[in-house]
């Protein structure tokens, strides 16, 4: 490893972590960030940015750029890996970006990945009980009663006591459960590996393993899903999982669209045997707009934004940076949120 080290961010980031990057170690460290030849944001945290196309002077200067890259901020476009001999390491800015890493044979190129994991947890913790809690406690009523400047007593629903089944025990599931134990809920957990060894096993009321689903459902309040689309989990929530959940109990996905049969979706909210459900991924994405979940009125959509906080990046900067130090002197055991080869998330 020479020694001096350059970074190029490869999507949008804004100036202050930019700065702060550069003050890791600037002995040791080139960061370059070319703000014109990279697509313009829509919103902060914007990773992917508005539709940018670069004209000829500009796409020259942009595989220049990334051609001098040991490192990059997030992924580099796939056609333009085999110009990049130097790469050797790529800082991710989400958690589940294995199948990508794997489409690109990144591990056969020698290049280590680092993920956002730990950043997203929270803030998408934070959206299932938004949309929880406006669903047993009334939201939608009380601006109905509001906007008619009506005052009529009325009795709801209460999160204490009643089961939160999470599909999946990983860092989604973890801030899921720490909110759900707060709010003195009973939580249950599915997993590959019910036995793993967990720091925060101590949230869950109990792991049982993912064969079990069918027959946890009925037990459960609300449903939450939290897993990445793999193969395994493709599908996993269908038409039996939804006919057996508890009549009128919520659904949320905060994992991947794939995980889920919308057919089946649609029918369990049409029937109103499901009772609500909040979608922050659907498949395909964007959902269409001819799609009827648009219209459904037990149904709260996000477009892929539960996530996204205006301190995201901070928190991925944060991990990025302590990674770079541990990098730079040659201990790359130390770097926080290695993605091992073959491993999708």
Same mark, same amino acid.
């Given at each position: ?24 170690? &600037?002995?040791?460290?080139?960061? =370059? ?5 990279? &697509? ?59 199948? =990508? ?56 629903? +209460? ?52 064969? +079990? ?60 045997? =499901? ?71």
């Amino acid at each position: 490893m020479s020694s001096r080290q350059t970074v190029v961010i490869a999507t949008p980031l804004e100036a202050e972590h930019v700065a702060a990057l550069r003050e890791v170690a &600037p002995d040791r460290l080139e960061v =370059l960030h070319e703000p014109d030849l990279l &697509p313009p944001t829509r919103y902060v945290a914007d990773h992917k940015g508005a539709p940018f196309t670069r004209d000829a002077a500009q796409e020259a200067a942009w595989r220049a750029l990334l051609a001098r890259a040991d490192i990059l901020w997030d992924f580099p476009p796939a056609e333009l890996l085999d110009a990049m001999p130097r790469l050797r390491w790529i800082q991710a800015t989400s958690t589940g970006v294995g199948p =990508l890493a794997a489409r690109l044979r990144l591990a056969e190129r020698g290049i280590t990945v680092t993920t956002a994991r730990g950043v997203h947890a929270g803030p998408l913790a934070e959206w299932v009980f938004m949309a929880l809690l406006q669903h047993v406690r009334g939201l939608d009523h009380l601006r109905r009663e509001q906007a008619a400047r009506r005052w009529v007593r009325y009795c709801g629903e +209460d999160l204490a006591g009643r089961t939160l089944l999470l599909l999946g025990a990983g860092d989604l599931a973890r801030g899921c459960a720490r909110i759900g134990k707060a709010m003195d809920m009973r939580v249950v957990a599915l997993a590959r590996h019910p036995e793993r060894e967990r720091a925060h096993a101590a949230l869950f009321d109990r792991v049982a393993p993912v064969s +079990d689903l069918l027959a946890l459902l009925p037990e459960a309040d609300a449903a939450v899903v939290t897993v990445p689309h793999t193969p395994e989990t493709e599908g996993l929530f269908g038409a039996a999982a939804f006919a057996a959940m508890r009549p009128g109990a919520a659904f949320v996905n905060i994992g991947r669209g794939a995980v889920v049969d919308h057919d089946a979706l649609r029918d369990a909210l049409r029937s109103g045997h =499901l009772g609500f459900a909040a979608l922050d991924v659907t498949e395909p994405e964007p959902l269409p707009p001819e799609d009827p979940l648009w219209g459904m009125p037990n149904l709260l959509i996000s477009p892929h934004s539960a996530s996204t906080v205006s301190r995201e990046n901070a928190r991925i900067a944060a991990i990025f940076r302590g990674n770079l130090l541990s990098w730079l002197d040659g201990r790359p055991d130390a770097m926080r949120n290695i993605l091992p080869p073959g491993q999708l998330y």
